[in-house]
T-cell receptor, first 111, second 111 residues
Framework: GENVEQHPSTLSVQEGDSAVIKCTYSDSASNYFPWYKQELGKGPQLIIDIRSNVGEKKDQRIAVTLNKTAKHFSLHITETQPEDSAVYFCAATTNDYKLSFGAGTTVTVRA | EAQVTQNPRYLITVTGKKLTVTCSQNMNHEYMSWYRQDPGLGLRQIYYSMNVEVTDKGDVPEGYKVSRKEKRNFPLILESPSPNQTSLYFC??????????FGPGTRLTVL
């Protein structure tokens, strides 16, 4: 099955700086790559996603890039704010129904 | 309010005592899924359902059962819980499986 590796496991950034989280996947047939944000005590929430026919997608301060050849995708958060502190999960799937998640990255934004 | 609800939110039980965690969604979503979240392992899919009476195994189905008799409900059943099923459980629903809406989580401890 699909194996998704996520790095780093923890990330501390100064407010206003950028944060980058990287994921690699094993199944070259994967075609959908969502990113979820989990705040303390809550369930994960989708923040951005990308399909394999697109190389980059942006939504305000967040962006995702996909390199199908290298089988990796990344989340970029610019101008980080305290409310960006959370656990972020990447995921990959070949059919939308069976999501394989990375282990998560705990992001801390220092004021 | 559109939401996914889970009950109970917290449960402490003993090995071998059957339990059910309920999940209900009010968004008329066809797709529902169960995940468990463990430190360092991220979210792992247990079972999913693409519609009423249609269920399939995720990556870690051993020791769990599900049923989908109505569109809104997707209970998770542990017929003989064991300590290795101590975890944080999330139910999710989606109109297409691509964007999944997660419930608030159920923290289960099996002694």
């Amino acid at each position: 099955g699909e194996n998704v590796e996520q790095h780093p496991s923890t990330l501390s950034v100064q407010e206003g700086d950028s944060a980058v989280i990287k994921c690699t996947y094993s199944d070259s047939a994967s075609n959908y790559f969502p990113w979820y944000k989990q705040e303390l005590g809550k369930g994960p929430q989708l923040i951005i996603d990308i399909r394999s026919n697109v190389g980059e997608k942006k939504d305000q301060r967040i962006a995702v890039t996909l390199n199908k050849t290298a089988k990796h995708f990344s989340l970029h958060i610019t101008e980080t704010q305290p409310e960006d502190s959370a656990v972020y999960f990447c995921a990959a799937t070949t059919n939308d129904y069976k999501l394989s998640f990375g282990a998560g990255t705990t992001v801390t934004v220092r004021a | 309010e559109a939401q996914v609800t889970q009950n109970p939110r917290y449960l402490i039980t003993v090995t071998g005592k059957k339990l059910t965690v309920t999940c209900s969604q009010n968004m008329n979503h066809e797709y529902m899924s169960w995940y468990r979240q463990d430190p360092g392992l991220g979210l792992r899919q247990i079972y999913y359902s693409m519609n009423v009476e249609v269920t399939d195994k995720g990556d870690v189905p051993e020791g769990y059962k599900v049923s989908r008799k109505e569109k809104r409900n997707f209970p998770l059943i542990l017929e003989s819980p064991s300590p290795n099923q101590t975890s944080l459980y999330f139910c999710a629903s989606s109109p297409t499986a691509a964007e999944q809406f997660f419930g608030p989580g159920t923290r289960l401890t099996v002694l």
